[in-house]
Structures are given as structure tokens and as C-alpha cells.
């Protein structure tokens, strides 16, 4: 199993920038990818930035060119640093690791809340 662990949430103006820190612990050696989801009131959870199985990264349309996804593989942590924030940047914010073992398996944190000010 992976644990998850998310931080970095707040409250910031439109303009502003956060940085998501997600620590992860356990079984980190099966885990193929990991990123960011977000979710919004009365939304569907959906991809902000990850990195995939092959090492890429991809993003969301809608977070192109303001939010970077980085990790710090030594200190087990993958990273989202958020500029440019938008009031519609408001949701929160969940860690995923996929875990590949027998089958492969989904993995979230508890969430983190951001919220932007217009």
C-alpha cells in the first residue's frame, strides 16, 4: 500500500502562486505514475498534471503554461507549483499514485483545499 500525503493548500488573490507538496510512503517502489487531481463544488474530479509511466508529463488544457509538476525523488515527494492562479483554480486538490502490483491501483490523498480570490 501507498500512503499520500498533501499540503501546501490556502487561500490567494487571482495572480497569486502555491506549491502542492505530496509525500508518499510505503510500497513507493510499485508506484508506475503520479499527480494531481482537482475538484470542484458539484464538479468531477479531474487531471490537473501528472507524470506518467514513461516519465513524461502531461497537463491539463487549462493549466498549460501557469502550473508545473516536479518531484524530489530522494525525499519521496512530487511537487505542483501553481502561478497565475485564477478564481476558477478553485477546488481541491488530490495526490494520485497508481501502484502497480498483481493489478494496478489507484492511490489518493486526503486533498487540499485552494481557494482563489477574484
Known amino acids: 500500500q501507498v500512503q499520500l500525503v498533501e499540503s501546501g493548500g490556502g487561500l490567494v488573490q487571482a495572480g497569486g502562486s502555491l506549491r502542492l507538496s505530496c509525500v508518499a510512503s510505503?510500497?513507493?517502489?510499485?508506484?508506475?505514475?503520479m499527480g494531481w487531481y482537482r475538484q470542484a463544488p458539484g464538479k468531477q474530479r479531474g487531471l490537473v498534471a501528472a507524470f506518467t509511466s514513461g516519465g513524461s508529463t502531461k497537463y491539463a488544457d487549462s493549466v498549460k503554461g501557469r502550473f508545473t509538476i516536479s518531484r524530489d525523488n530522494a525525499k519521496n515527494t512530487v511537487y505542483l507549483q501553481m502561478n497565475s492562479l485564477k478564481p476558477e483554480d478553485t477546488a481541491v486538490y488530490y495526490c494520485?499514485?497508481?501502484?502497480?502490483?498483481?493489478?494496478?491501483?489507484?492511490?489518493w490523498g486526503q486533498g487540499t483545499q485552494v481557494t482563489v480570490s477574484s
Open positions: 494520485n499514485a497508481m501502484v502497480r502490483a498483481s493489478t494496478l491501483t489507484g492511490y
Open positions: 510505503g510500497s513507493i517502489f510499485n508506484i508506475a505514475a
